[in-house]
């Protein structure tokens, strides 16, 4: 709730009396809404963790493809791979972290779960 008062609620000096057309704005958040925007930055960061593991986990099996390679041209048949699959794979993170963000910047009626005000 936001409300305009015309003196601190705390006094931490003795300061001279505003003028009335001196205000001041106090600013607080909704219990409801600070929690929406952790719930929306928690799933931000969960999701870009599990981006992050698949990754190296690909990798990780490339690197095993690689060390077990018996030619250049097989080699290079893993490689290309790879690299689609990461092409893939970024496309598709992508895509998903637009989508979040999306309904974090653009709220539709009923898709997080806040109260309405």
Not at 9 to 34: H, Y
Not at 60 to 80: C, D, G, K, N
């Amino acid at each position: 709730m936001n409300s305009i008062v015309t003196t601190d609620r705390l006094q931490t000096d003795p300061a001279p009396v505003p003028v009335p057309q001196e205000f001041r704005i106090r600013w607080s958040l909704e219990p409801f809404a600070a929690t929406g925007v952790f719930d929306a930055w928690l799933d931000l960061g969960s999701e870009m963790q599990s981006f992050y593991a698949d990754r190296i986990r690909a990798e990780v099996e490339t690197q095993h493809e690689i060390l077990h390679s018996r030619s250049p041209a097989e080699l290079a048949r893993i490689q290309a791979a790879f690299f689609r699959r990461a092409v893939s794979d970024y496309r598709a993170h992508l895509g998903r972290m637009t989508e979040m963000l999306e309904q974090i910047w653009f709220p539709q009626q009923g898709t997080r779960d806040q109260p309405k005000t």
